[in-house]
């Protein structure tokens, strides 16, 4: 017991150290661009923290990033690594939006679970594709997950500024690319009035937190899962089929960020438009990875980033600075967490640091 | 369509994608240095993103190209530096440390634009040279001989690197690091300094593919100008089979199937414009899914050297 909360400790500390060497390095960033490092953080860390606007929005996003997350976290799992978010979020986000559409008399209790299946369906569809590639061509699944993103980014203006696009663009001849509005019976209501755009969709991402982490740790599916990523040769003297599993790993984990996409549009845009994605495929790897590739150390890590992002906006309006800033700095955060798993996991070094605080260890 | 047309459609879609090929060859062939010597780099993205910025803006508020690209050039040495510190000495996972630097070169790159330039700006651009007689030649003056200097560069750079690589004690230690770093480390060569080496030497070439992007084929910047390239240049070293002519014939088959199709397009076809921006990336899917065969990846690719590891 006392161990594992001196190693829950020990991760913490070793991602606070991470995230402050990535600010850090972003302020030489800052620096460059004549800025004090010192008020743009201010107004990225306090200021959304200090207004309900601001945690609202911080909980709006932490939705996306953590299905995206977790998808990540269960390819990290068998090692592969599922850079298609976009693309996936994209996908599960317009075949989502086009079921809304065409079930407007369905019961709520009904229409909203068809959804998100539709959205896990497709996004997981997408992602079967690069792990299908990945198992029985061995191709990269970076590269793939890169490629089918572009695709899936084309596919998805394609539909909604033409077959999927607002009849009403069209009869006022405004032609913005974007659906209808989805009926009332297919989005989830906001959760506190005034304004704010905090949706129950996230008791839905939670549920979903809980059921993949019984899934991963509970399941032989799991173990199976775990095992193929963990020592795939010992996995396949073992009899588990390593392909299958390469290839349900990464469905699951499309499935997961079609998902992100299918609540984007039925809980805070209530359309497909364009735009939908604000780069939530590529902050869910930084949470993947913040959050231990743990369904559970997700959720407090997609909070995190939650309030980064929307930090990096009120940084952008306060001072001025582009909240492009905050990608490089998830890439900074993601250079120094890979950086640090040679102290984590490495048992030599790990000893080394921790040999001292644990006991008969 | 007469003959006459028919070559001269030849004709330009082979100028075209010389030119557009060189790029492509910068990334890949330095990606190829770097995988060669048992690293992947998937930041070449992101270096590439961050060369283009940097070479843009210098040409746009210098006035000078010459000094946007050796800064370029010089900026992918740092990116190099990062890469090959994090996951050479601190033996980072090497897809997900490449992935790291492709989103710092994206953002860095997208904040400085928005910052310093923000909004479409060109320039006049690297002019392509005129080599006297040659340049005036019937039709390969045109396809040969009228390319801006970095064009010539680039296919230099092919038979240098296989020289480099296969004529050189250097190469031959870049390929031994590569395939059998604990036996090249018994026979006295430093792995890690050789792997530093490729990853720089690779990251500068990728940042002059960005360079060229923007100071030489589209003349200006925006956020998705390198749009893929750097993935497509890493797909193409898997195409090529870890050999720089392999390389030059992906590079060049993938620039003239994308001209072809470009110019279908244009001649007034009913397929909807997406599918022209979806057509390289399907090829390169296509492509990596036929170029599958493992033997030919370098034995300790994404495999960080411990000397103490006996693994």
């Known amino acids: 017991m006392r161990n594992n909360i001196i190693k829950i400790l020990f991760n913490i500390l070793v991602l606070s150290i991470s995230f402050i060497v990535a600010l850090l390095f972003g302020s030489i960033i800052l620096l460059i661009a004549g800025v004090n490092p010192l008020v743009a953080y201010q107004a990225m860390i306090i200021r959304p923290i200090s207004s309900v606007y601001g945690l609202s929005e911080a909980l709006v996003r932490s939705i996306p990033l953590m299905m995206v997350g977790i998808g990540i976290s269960i390819a990290f799992r068998s090692k592969m690594i599922n850079i298609g978010g976009e693309g996936q979020i994209q996908l599960g986000a317009v075949a989502a939006g086009a079921a809304a559409l065409a079930i407007p008399g369905v019961p709520k209790a009904i229409a909203i679970p068809i959804i998100i299946l539709v959205g896990f369906t497709v996004g997981g569809i997408w992602g079967g594709i690069a792990g299908w590639m990945k198992a029985k ?33 069209i009869a006022w001849g405004t032609g913005v690319p974007q659906t209808a509005r989805m009926p009332d019976s297919t989005i989830f209501e906001r959760l506190i009035q005034q304004g704010q755009r905090i949706h129950s969709g996230i008791f839905i991402a939670l549920i979903i937190a809980i059921l993949v982490y019984f899934l991963l740790w509970r399941t032989t599916f799991g173990f199976r899962l775990r095992a193929v990523g963990e020592e795939p040769k010992a996995a396949n003297y073992a009899g588990i089929k390593v392909d299958k599993y390469l290839i349900l790993a990464m469905v699951l984990s499309g499935g997961m960020a079609g998902i992100a996409g299918t609540i984007e549009v039925i809980g805070v845009h209530h359309r497909v438009l364009e735009g939908l994605s604000a780069n939530y495929g590529f902050s869910g790897i930084v949470v993947a990875l913040f959050g231990r590739l743990h369904p559970i150390g997700v959720i407090p890590a997609s909070f995190f980033f939650g309030l980064l992002l929307i930090g990096a906006e009120m940084m952008q309006r306060a001072v001025n600075i582009p909240s492009a800033l905050v990608i490089s700095i998830q890439g900074l955060v993601i250079l120094a967490v890979v950086s640090s798993n040679l102290l984590l996991e490495n048992p030599k070094y790990r000893k080394k640091f921790l040999g001292f605080l644990m006991q008969n260890n | 369509m007469a003959i006459n047309e028919i070559l001269n459609l030849i004709l330009r879609i082979l100028t075209v994608a010389i030119a557009v090929s060189a790029p492509y060859l910068f990334a890949a062939i330095g990606e190829m240095f770097s995988q060669k010597s048992g690293v992947l780099n998937l930041g070449v993205e992101g270096i590439m993103m961050l060369g283009a910025f940097v070479a843009f803006y210098f040409a746009w508020a210098y006035e000078s190209i010459l000094l946007g690209i050796i800064l370029a050039v010089f900026v992918g040495a740092l ?48 002019p392509n040279l005129h080599l006297g007689f040659l340049s005036e030649l019937p039709i390969l003056g045109k396809l040969l001989f009228s390319h801006n200097i970095l064009v010539y560069l680039a296919f230099l750079l092919v038979p240098i690197s296989w020289y480099v690589l296969y004529k050189t004690s250097w190469g031959l230690k870049v390929r031994a690091v590569g395939s059998t770093p604990r036996a090249a480390d018994t026979m006295g060569t430093n792995v890690n300094k050789i792997r530093y080496q490729c990853v720089i030497l690779g990251s500068m070439l990728a940042a002059l593919g960005g360079a060229y992007l923007s100071v030489a084929q ?59 921006v979806i057509f390289p990336y399907l090829l390169i899917i296509i492509v990596l899914a036929l170029s599958h065969e493992k033997f030919a990846e370098p034995t300790a690719l994404t495999v960080p050297y411990d000397r103490e590891f006996k693994g």
């Open chain 1, 137 to 169: 061509l061995s191709v990269n699944e970076v590269l793939s997950t890169v490629m089918l993103n572009y695709i899936a980014f084309q596919l998805y203006l394609f539909l909604i500024r033409g077959p999927l696009i607002d009849p009403s663009e």
């Open chain 2, 79 to 126: 990116m190099g530096l990062l890469m090959s510190f994090v996951s050479v000495t601190l033996k980072a996972k090497q897809g997900i440390s490449g992935i790291g630097l492709y989103m710092f070169g994206w953002g860095v790159a997208g904040t400085l634009f928005r910052l310093f330039i923000g909004g479409v700006e060109d320039i006049a651009g690297l």
């Open chain 2, 218 to 276: 589209a003349n200006m910047f925006a956020n998705d100008l390198v749009a893929g390239r750097g993935f497509i240049a890493v797909a193409l070293v898997y195409f090529g089979r870890w050999k720089p002519f392999g390389i030059l014939k992906g590079a060049m088959l993938f620039s003239i199937a994308n001209g072809f199709q470009r110019w279908y397009q244009i001649s007034g076809s009913t397929f909807p414009y997406e599918v022209t």
